[in-house]
């Protein structure tokens, strides 16, 4: 069974930068994965941020950039504001029509 | 504007029975994929299925393979998810998501509805 990794927690200052990871338990996230991320607050539905690895969805502000890294897809905010304090979710193709979603990072902004 | 608009959440027995209805506007439902994606109380989000724009194609996670199917009628713009064998595990928020694209392939999940609640238990 497929596992995609995130750091449960992370914590950045405002104005900070910070990366988020998405990896998996055995073997490479890549272009091929079509990686996506996304940011929920609590008590609202998730809202769609990046798609396939680097591709901003429309209205995300620049500061919020995706790439691969190594054998991950990674989630970069540059310049973090009070905001962006959420959690933030991966989610990744691992098999013809099917997706798993990472455990999720609770990013603290402070 | 696309809006998703999820229904029949509810309280159910375990080994009950649910559908999950999600009604869609905005854009020419047939021609995009669309997907339900949970989230238990406190914890992260999971995939659960996902069904082709044309409704030809259909997919499932391991954990509900075999209890849940998924079908849509293009002529409603509505995607359904039909739950049998509840088990308290299934116990969560159920959102409908449209995919970009008429696949689950090499898409992603574009819009999310606001969710509609399953609760199994005794």
């Known amino acids: 069974q497929t596992v995609v990794t995130q750091e449960p927690s992370f914590s950045v200052s405002p104005g900070g930068t910070v990366t988020l990871t998405c990896g998996l338990s055995?073997?490479?996230?890549?272009?091929?994965?079509?990686p996506s991320w996304y940011q929920q607050t609590p008590g609202q539905a998730p809202r769609t941020l990046i798609y396939?690895?680097?591709v901003r969805s429309s209205g995300v502000p620049d500061r919020f950039s995706g790439s691969i890294l190594g054998n991950k897809a990674a989630l970069t905010i540059t310049g973090a504001q009070a905001e962006d304090e959420s959690d933030y979710y991966c989610v990744v193709q691992v098999d013809s029509g099917s997706w798993v979603f990472g455990g999720g990072t609770k990013l603290t902004v402070l | 504007e696309v809006q998703l608009l999820e229904s029949g959440g509810g309280l159910v027995q375990p080994g009950g029975s649910l559908r999950l209805s999600c009604a869609a506007s905005?854009?020419?439902?047939?021609?995009?994929?669309m997907s339900w994606v949970r989230q238990a109380p406190g914890k992260g989000l999971q995939w659960v299925s996902g069904i082709s724009g044309s409704g030809d194609r259909t997919y499932f996670a391991d954990s509900v393979k075999g209890r849940f199917t998924i079908s849509r009628d293009n002529s409603k713009n509505t995607v359904y998810l039909q739950m049998n064998s509840l088990r308290v595990e299934d116990t969560a928020v159920y959102y409908c998501?449209?995919?970009?694209?008429?696949?689950?392939?090499?898409?992603?999940?574009?819009?999310w509805g606001q969710g509609t609640l399953v609760s199994v238990s005794s």
């Open positions: 055995s073997g490479s996230v890549s272009f091929s994965s079509y």
């Open positions: 998501a449209k995919f970009a694209g008429p696949q689950l392939q090499r898409w992603y999940f574009e819009y």
């Open positions: 396939a690895t680097n």
């Open positions: 905005g854009f020419t439902f047939s021609t995009y994929a």
